[in-house]
């Protein structure tokens, strides 16, 4: 398996990944707030698609987010997901700078996640570190 493949089942992707990235957009509503729906809605999926079986999973938030998004992404998945299924969600927001998105893009310099999970770092470590000229994620 190469280091990364699209695939138009996202059931197969999720079952050969160990770490799911959503990334989609997040436009604001009327009155300024953020809209969460394409979110939720990825989360639903991601969630019908996991099975106990399938082992721990890494789910990455890409979009850029309110606060305590990833708890709300993380209810969504326990409220749709069957019972015994191990995963954990951390935050990785865009902060593209002007004229430097590739190279922040390529050379990420943080990830955020909400708890400490011996699975977790290792997993997001291996993840970044397979780019060339990658240092190892910051975790805050």
């Given at each position: 398996m190469?280091?990364?493949e699209f695939s138009p089942s996202i059931a197969a992707s999720i079952a050969e990944s160990e770490v799911i990235f959503i990334a989609v957009p997040t436009p604001p509503n009327t009155d300024g707030s953020v809209d969460l729906t394409y979110i939720?809605?990825?989360a639903r999926e991601i969630a019908q698609a996991l099975q106990p079986e399938?082992?721990?999973k890494v789910i990455v938030d890409k979009s850029?987010?309110?606060v305590k998004t990833g708890e709300k992404v993380s209810q969504t998945i326990k409220?749709?997901?069957g019972p015994n299924v191990q995963f954990d969600i951390v935050s990785n927001p865009e902060f593209l700078r002007e004229g430097c998105a590739v190279d922040d893009l390529l050379h990420r310099l943080w990830v955020l996640k909400d708890k400490?999970?011996?699975r977790l770092g290792p997993c997001l470590q291996t993840e970044h570190g397979r780019r060339p000229?990658?240092?190892r994620p910051e975790t805050m």
């Amino acid at each position: 398996m190469g280091r990364l493949e699209f695939s138009p089942s996202i059931a197969a992707s999720i079952a050969e990944s160990e770490v799911i990235f959503i990334a989609v957009p997040t436009p604001p509503n009327t009155d300024g707030s953020v809209d969460l729906t394409y979110i939720e809605k990825v989360a639903r999926e991601i969630a019908q698609a996991l099975q106990p079986e399938m082992g721990y999973k890494v789910i990455v938030d890409k979009s850029t987010v309110p606060v305590k998004t990833g708890e709300k992404v993380s209810q969504t998945i326990k409220h749709y997901a069957g019972p015994n299924v191990q995963f954990d969600i951390v935050s990785n927001p865009e902060f593209l700078r002007e004229g430097c998105a590739v190279d922040d893009l390529l050379h990420r310099l943080w990830v955020l996640k909400d708890k400490k999970d011996s699975r977790l770092g290792p997993c997001l470590q291996t993840e970044h570190g397979r780019r060339p000229g990658i240092h190892r994620p910051e975790t805050m």
